[in-house]
C-alpha cells in the first residue's frame, strides 16, 4: 500500500528557505506512471498546488510561486523534496506531499498526513 | 491564475441531495475536461471524490457525481449522509502545466 510521509522542520523563521521532503513507500517513484506533487493549505483557508515533478526531473509550478520554488527528486532514496525561498507569514500552512497520474489531470488519489510549517521569529 | 469560484457553503438534510458548483473559465475549467473534487474531513489529507469532471475512483460511492457546462463543474451529491459533512474542493488544469483549486465548500448536513 502505497504511503507518503512529509518531513522537515515546523519553525522557520521569515527571509529563510522552507525545507520539506516526502518519503514514499509501498511504490517507486520512479515509476513511469506518476508526478509527485506539493500541495499547501494555510491555517483555515483553502488548498494550492505549489509543484510537481516527474522521476526523470522534470518539474511543473505554480506561476504565482515559480520564483520561490524548487522541487528535486531523489529516485534512491525514493524520496522528492520542496524548496521555498524568501518565507514570510503568508506561507504558514500545512504543507501535502501527494501523487497524481498526470501533470495535467489533477487527480491526486494519495496524500501524506500533511506536516504544519510555521513562518516566525 | 486566480482559485476557482465555490459557494462557501451549502446543507442539506439526511437522504437529500446537494450540488456544489465550481466556476472558472475558459482558459481553465472551460478549456479541459480535467476537473476533479476532494473531500476533506477536519485534521484529515484531502481524499479524491472525482476526476476528470465525472469518473470515480474505486471504493467512492456512486452517491458522488459530477459534471461540467461551459466553465462551470458540478458535484452532486445524492441520499445525503452525515459523514458526507466536510469540506469539498474542485480543482482543474490551467493550461502551461498547471493546476488551480477552488476555495472550497463547507457541507453542512443538518
Known amino acids: 500500500q502505497l504511503q507518503l510521509q512529509e518531513s522537515g522542520p515546523g519553525l522557520v523563521k521569515p527571509s529563510e528557505t522552507l525545507s520539506l521532503t516526502c518519503t514514499v513507500s509501498?511504490?517507486?517513484?520512479?515509476?513511469?506512471?506518476?508526478?509527485w506533487g506539493w500541495i499547501r493549505q494555510p491555517p483555515g483557508k483553502g488548498l494550492e498546488w505549489i509543484g510537481s515533478i516527474y522521476y526523470s526531473g522534470s518539474t511543473y509550478y505554480n506561476p504565482s510561486l515559480r520564483s520561490r520554488v524548487t522541487i528535486s527528486v531523489d529516485t534512491s532514496k525514493n524520496q522528492f523534496s520542496l524548496k521555498l525561498s524568501s518565507v514570510t507569514a503568508a506561507d504558514t500552512a500545512v504543507y501535502y506531499c501527494?501523487?497524481?497520474?498526470?501533470?495535467?489531470?489533477?487527480?491526486?488519489?494519495?496524500w501524506g498526513q500533511g506536516t504544519l510549517v510555521t513562518v516566525s521569529s | 491564475q486566480s482559485a476557482l469560484t465555490q459557494p462557501r457553503s451549502v446543507s442539506g438534510s439526511p437522504g437529500q441531495s446537494v450540488t456544489i458548483s465550481c466556476t472558472g473559465a475558459?482558459?481553465?475549467?472551460?478549456?479541459?475536461?480535467?476537473v476533479s473534487w476532494y473531500q476533506q474531513h477536519p485534521g484529515k489529507a484531502p481524499k479524491l471524490m472525482i476526476y476528470d469532471v465525472s469518473k470515480r475512483p474505486s471504493g467512492v460511492p456512486d452517491r458522488f457525481s459530477g459534471s461540467k457546462s461551459g466553465n462551470t463543474a458540478s458535484l452532486y451529491i445524492s441520499g445525503l449522509q452525515a459523514e458526507d459533512e466536510a469540506d469539498y474542493y474542485c480543482c482543474s488544469y490551467a493550461g502551461n502545466y498547471s493546476l488551480v483549486f477552488g476555495g472550497g465548500t463547507k457541507l453542512t448536513v443538518l
Open positions: 509501498g511504490g517507486s517513484i520512479s515509476s513511469s506512471n506518476y508526478y
Open positions: 501527494a501523487r497524481h497520474s498526470s501533470v495535467t489531470t489533477g487527480n491526486f488519489q494519495h
Open positions: 475558459s482558459s481553465d475549467v472551460g478549456g479541459y475536461n480535467y
